[in-house]
């Protein structure tokens, strides 16, 4: 049976923080530690890593979330991209590094 207490993301896809603190109270312990620690700012250790890579159901949910809180907060919803363009005017690499089509 589906917990129905379980927060909806929005119409726009995010969650509020009181949204997002309510559902990490249904997630797994190791998963709610880890998303605490993320979202207090701490380094995360490979366990928590390897905890967050396994997430599944409501602890992917909890995650993404966390996620786009912690993005939101960064950076907002201003999406920007930069042209770069490297353009070896010799025709002839030495670094062989498979960036651009002369390597």
Same mark, same amino acid.
């Given at each position: ?11 726009? /896809? ?26 207090? /700012? ?14 599944? /159901? ?17 950076? /907002? ?27």
């Amino acid at each position: 049976m589906k917990d129905t207490n379980i927060p909806n993301t929005a119409a726009n /896809g995010t969650l509020s923080i009181r949204e997002l603190e309510a559902l990490l109270g249904h997630v797994t312990k190791p998963a709610a530690a880890a998303i605490d620690r993320a979202l207090a /700012g701490d380094d995360l250790s490979i366990e928590d890593a390897v905890t967050l890579f396994d997430c599944t /159901g409501t602890d992917m949910q909890a995650l993404v979330a966390a996620a786009d809180h912690l993005r939101k907060e960064q950076t /907002g919803d201003q999406v920007a991209y930069v042209v770069n363009r490297n353009i070896n005017f010799t025709n002839v690499c030495i670094k062989a590094c498979g960036f651009c089509a002369f390597s």
